[in-house]
């Protein structure tokens, strides 16, 4: 289904219209019924994720298609020398796009940029005629004109591009230079976003970035892998780049060594870069394959406080894809989650990722061997969390009907103390209803003795 889906989304000018009538049947199903399937949930996330693909494929090929034809040269704005989308008049007659003159004039600028004339005021007057010819030139060309830039810390200058260059080519100079530069970058991607959006633009940069770096090999400097790897985890926030570094081999290859060593700060970082780089089911499928969670659950399972939020949050989007399910069972994970949650660390994160996996048979069976169920159900009587509570009854709602031998203790802890049925009665909608979805498969077999 999910290839099915990117099929669909890459077409040439592919259906917008077809792919959001099919999120919008399988959204009302999950609302509106109560016996949606895991499925279902996958389809709908497959869907969302491939009208974002579909985004950004139309998002680049505004650039591209714009490369076909001249641009007139009038309709450059003169900072940027980009297609002005929201042209201003200034003061003195001159014509800007408005967010590359408002930033101009955010800086404590009181001149014109072309003229150096003084400016009487700064007010910015929109330039209809001008914006008008534009809208009526890409028309001609077929071209659709983006929406204006409204974040002005969005927009690039050619300074910007400029101080960047000059950055990452200190990265190729010696071990002082390169630490000095990949510390400024740091700071410089985590402070303006205008510097992120350059680095969708070419895979040279990120190839630039990451060259003081080797695949496969521990970094002598743990200092420069650390601000280098903390640069991508902020490059990675920008949506236009998380195709384009999730795509790219040597990226998810740094940032699974750095998993494996570094400071904890640079591990962390790395589980954090790889969380929102997963915001792509396109990466959730490529980062599974590279091998990442296995380290992700090592991160996990040594338990640094720094660490293991990150790390649990990459785990929870990466299961979102079916076959990283399986992965992540074979890894361990079933141990590993249930040790943390009886030490109570991120007893709400751990469970949803385990109810993510309890659709997996081996980590059914896993969860049954080493005594998931009283620990579900101790969280469900004990827990002022609905949601840890929703998720320990669908665990053991799956557990229930697969595992006949688990039905003993689940009805002793029910005479005890009426824990499912006080759960039936004052939990979520959906805690409701496995809660009497295991209670009348328990009232159907009163006479059970079958012990494990």
């Known amino acids: 289904m999910v290839s099915e889906l990117?099929?669909?989304?890459?077409?040439?000018?592919?259906?917008?219209?077809?792919?959001?009538?099919k999120l919008l049947g399988l959204v009302k199903i999950i609302v509106d019924g109560d016996d949606y399937t895991v499925q279902t949930t996958d389809e709908a996330i497959a869907t969302l994720s491939a009208l974002k693909d579909l985004k950004y494929r139309n998002r680049r090929s505004f650039s591209d298609k714009l490369e076909d034809f001249p641009l007139p040269p009038q309709f450059r704005c003169p900072i940027s020398t980009q297609l002005m989308t929201d042209p201003v008049i200034l003061s003195t007659g001159q014509t800007y796009d408005r967010p590359f003159i408002q930033r101009w004039l955010n800086e404590g600028h009181r001149t014109c940029p072309q003229t150096q004339q003084v400016l009487s005021h700064s007010i910015l007057t929109p330039?209809?005629?001008?914006?008008?010819m534009i809208a009526q030139w890409c028309r001609d060309h077929g071209i659709e004109l983006p929406e204006p830039v409204r974040d002005i810390d969005e927009v690039v200058t050619d300074a910007d591009k400029g101080h960047l260059n000059s950055l990452l080519h200190k990265l190729s100079l010696s071990l002082s230079d390169q630490k000095e530069a990949a510390k400024e970058l740091r700071l410089l991607t985590k402070r303006m976003p205008s510097c992120r959006t350059i680095f969708g633009e070419s895979s040279d940069l990120i190839t630039q970035l990451l060259s003081p770096l080797s695949p496969g090999r521990v970094c002598a400097h743990p200092d420069l892998q650390e601000d280098l790897i903390t640069t991508v985890l902020n490059l990675s926030i920008q949506d236009d780049n998380k195709k384009v570094f999730g795509e790219d081999p040597t990226v998810i290859s740094l940032l699974?060594?750095?998993?494996?060593s570094g400071t904890i700060q640079t591990r962390s970082n790395a589980a954090a870069a790889i969380f929102t780089l997963s915001a792509l089911d396109s990466n959730k499928h490529i980062i599974g394959k590279s091998g990442a969670i296995k380290h992700l659950l090592n991160l996990l399972d040594e338990g640094h406080p720094l660490a293991v939020k990150d790390a649990a949050s990459a785990i929870f989007n990466l299961c979102l894809v079916h076959e990283n399910k399986g992965r992540t069972v074979r890894e361990g994970a079933v141990q590993v989650i249930l040790n943390k949650i009886m030490d109570q660390i991120l007893v709400d994160e751990l469970l949803a990722i385990l109810a993510l996996l309890s659709c997996h048979p081996?980590?059914?069976?896993?969860?049954?061997?080493?005594g998931a169920v009283p620990l579900l159900l101790c969280t469900i009587r004990d827990s002022t969390?609905?949601?840890?509570?929703?998720?320990?009854?669908?665990?053991?709602?799956?557990?229930?009907?697969?595992?006949?031998?688990?039905?003993?203790?689940?009805?002793?802890?029910?005479?005890a103390n009426g824990t499912l049925s006080k759960l039936a009665e004052c939990g979520t909608s959906r805690a409701k209803r496995k809660a009497n979805g295991i209670l009348?498969?328990?009232n159907r077999s009163p006479s059970l003795t079958h012990t494990a």
């Open 385 to 415: 969390s609905e949601r840890s509570k929703e998720n320990c009854v669908a665990i053991l709602y799956t557990i229930c009907y697969s595992d006949r031998t688990k039905w003993k203790e689940i009805r002793e802890e029910e005479k």
């Open 256 to 260: 699974i060594d750095a998993l494996k």
């Open 6 to 21: 990117v099929v669909m989304a890459k077409k040439e000018g592919g259906d917008a219209s077809e792919l959001k009538h």
């Open 127 to 132: 330039n209809y005629l001008v914006r008008d």
């Open 362 to 370: 081996r980590a059914v069976e896993e969860m049954g061997n080493l």
């Open 440 to 442: 009348e498969r328990l």
